[in-house]
Structures are given as structure tokens and as C-alpha cells.
């Protein structure tokens, strides 16, 4: 909320925003993600027990399962992306690579654009 010009600060909500541009999927285990690409194997009927796989197009239904609903928009199209440049034009994605590809999403440093927020230590530097 705006209040006389209090709008110069940043954004009204600093951990709303942050969070929402934020990366999420170091939130969840790799278990987390095993259990629902299994779960999603076993309701499309791709499930075979030596190697599962799944056509790299049913892939976003397994992060909705990991978020319990739609993961934000910006997570989304960087694990898409990921998970596209994995496949490497294949039609289906194995276990064991898409386990691969979470991971080293999970293990990227985190880059948060500190031009964006105003950080002040005293009342005097306004």
C-alpha cells in the first residue's frame, strides 16, 4: 500500500515477492519427486519396475503432485526447460535422468537481483 510516496521503497510485500521469484523445488526431496513420478508411471500406465519412464509432455503433471497444485509460473518454465534440454528430443524421459535434472536445479545457487530492493540501515540514508 502506497502512503505519501512510500511507494519509492520496493515492493509493498519484500517476502511476498521474493518468494514468489524464488527457486522451489530445493523445497522438496528427491523421495518427494521419485514417489511422484512413480505415482504418475502407475496412472498412465507407462509404469515398468526395471525402468520407468514418462512421455516428457506428462512431466509437469509430476510437479503438480511434488506442489500439490501448480507450481509458480516462474519455477515451472525453469524446470520445463531443464527437463526439455534433458531429453535431448527423446519422447519419454527415464527415472533416473529426470531424478538427474531436479537435482542439479535443486543444487543451483540462488540469484536474487539486489538492485531490486531497497535495503536501508538507519532512518538518515532516506
Known sequence: MAFFGMAYLGPQSYMKDLRLNTYTVSLFSLDE???????????????????????????????????????????????????????EGDDSMSLSRFLEVIESLQQQPLIVDEDKYAHYKSFDQL
Request: with cysteine.
Open 33 to 87: 519427486f521419485l514417489e511422484a513420478f512413480v505415482s504418475q508411471c502407475k496412472r498412465e500406465m507407462y509404469y515398468n519396475v526395471d525402468n520407468p519412464t514418462l512421455p516428457v509432455s506428462s512431466l509437469s503433471a509430476v510437479l503438480d503432485i511434488v506442489f500439490h497444485g501448480p507450481p509458480p509460473a516462474l519455477e515451472k518454465a525453469r524446470v520445463d526447460a531443464a527437463l526439455l534440454e534433458a531429453s
